[in-house]
């Protein structure tokens, strides 16, 4: 016997089975799922119909089920990739052997990789700080996990947008075709398990994305998977970047940000505070006018008035030096747009 798992979607669904199969019965289930009695070990066609995300005729293998439940259609999200919008769970489709017990059926929310919620709510509206952040439904039946495709709401005002996932580890950042070096001083940003890191042990270095062209008011953003310990650690985004002699910058080093105005190579601390940076955070920072303003986790925590610098682009940093890996920093993504 086939037990056939079709949970909370509500549409009808048939049997068919050619020959040599002798006999294909289906049984309605209180639980909401089907079951599918054939008397044969064969392959058995079945046609689903009357599901928009569901229908199909799938090849179903006794053998392969009999080993636990099978997915035949992965659980998807519905609904658009933006901050206010509401997103849909729809179940998988999963085939089990119904002699047993029915396996237990779960669904978990992730972000990144990490649950956020179960799947007691159907559905979840997307938050400001989840720019960026890829979206899945976990759909758990027994022992078989199977994840959506994943939604990735858009940062708003980005026009270009870096995960670093494209890229073999070790590759330099400064060598992908988005990326240019700007300056370094015997340390280059190579790529490790998806974030753009700066090599063990090395010094400065700062590398600026050739797109796109942007105007004198823009933002950049990175997402800090791990902000690093020790004075070496260092992850700093410019705006408004000529060279490292020219532009705003914001600067976490060892967990403390602050805001850095460098122009004609004299450095100066413009911001009225610092604050504390933990992995995990968002940090953006943005020119517009005369005022800069940091953000942290899609919060506004400083705004800076100064007008020495009316030009230039954005530029990203990450340096370690005695900070090697696991305190190095390490940054999930980068953007940056007009705003």
């Known amino acids: 016997m086939i037990g056939f798992g079709f949970s909370n979607v509500g549409a009808q669904s048939e049997g068919s089975a050619p020959p040599p199969v002798a006999t294909l019965s289906l049984e309605s289930q209180t639980d909401g799922t089907v079951h599918i009695v054939a008397q044969s070990d064969t392959e058995i066609s ?11 005729t799938y090849v179903i293998d006794p053998a392969a089920v009999a080993l636990g439940p099978v997915n035949l259609v992965p659980p ?10 509401v997103l849909t769970a729809v179940p998988g489709l999963f085939v089990f052997d119904a002699q047993g017990d029915v396996p237990v ?24 700080d989840d720019a960026g952040v890829e979206i899945r ?24 947008t870096d995960d670093f996932n494209a890229y073999a580890d070790e590759a330099l950042l400064q060598d992908q075709p988005n990326w240019s070096w700007s300056y370094a001083a015997g340390g280059v940003i190579v790529i490790r398990n998806g974030r753009a890191v700066s090599y ?13 062209d942007l105007t004198v008011d823009h933002f950049a953003e990175v997402d800090a998977h791990t902000i690093g310990s020790g004075n070496g650690a260092i992850i700093e985004i410019y705006v408004r970047y000529t060279d490292r002699f020219n ?8 967990g403390i940000g602050y805001v850095t105005k460098y122009l004609l190579g004299v450095s100066t601390i413009i911001s009225p505070q610092n604050f504390t940076a933990v992995d995990g955070d968002i940090l953006r920072f943005q020119a517009s006018g005369d005022t800069l303003t940091v953000m942290q986790n899609s919060v506004s925590i400083m705004t800076i008035t100064d007008s020495d ?9 990450v340096r370690t030096i005695n900070s090697l890996p696991p305190n190095a920093p390490e940054v999930d993504r980068f953007s940056c747009g007009d705003i």
């Open 76 to 85: 998807m999200l519905l609904g658009d990739a933006e901050v206010g919008a």
């Open 137 to 160: 439904l976990q759909h758990i039946l027994g022992a078989v996990s199977v994840v959506s495709e994943a939604v990735m709401p858009a940062i708003s005002g980005a026009s270009f």
């Open 200 to 212: 063990d042990a090395s010094a400065s270095n700062i590398v600026v994305p050739t797109v796109p």
């Open 46 to 56: 079945l046609t689903v119909s009357g599901s928009t995300f569901h229908d199909g």
């Open 247 to 254: 532009g705003y910058s914001l600067r976490v080093q060892n």
């Open 105 to 128: 059926e779960t669904f978990v929310w992730q972000k990144d990789g990490v649950m956020f919620q179960d799947g007691t709510s159907a559905t979840y509206e997307v938050a400001p």
């Open 309 to 317: 610098i009316t030009d230039g682009t954005v530029a990203m940093k």
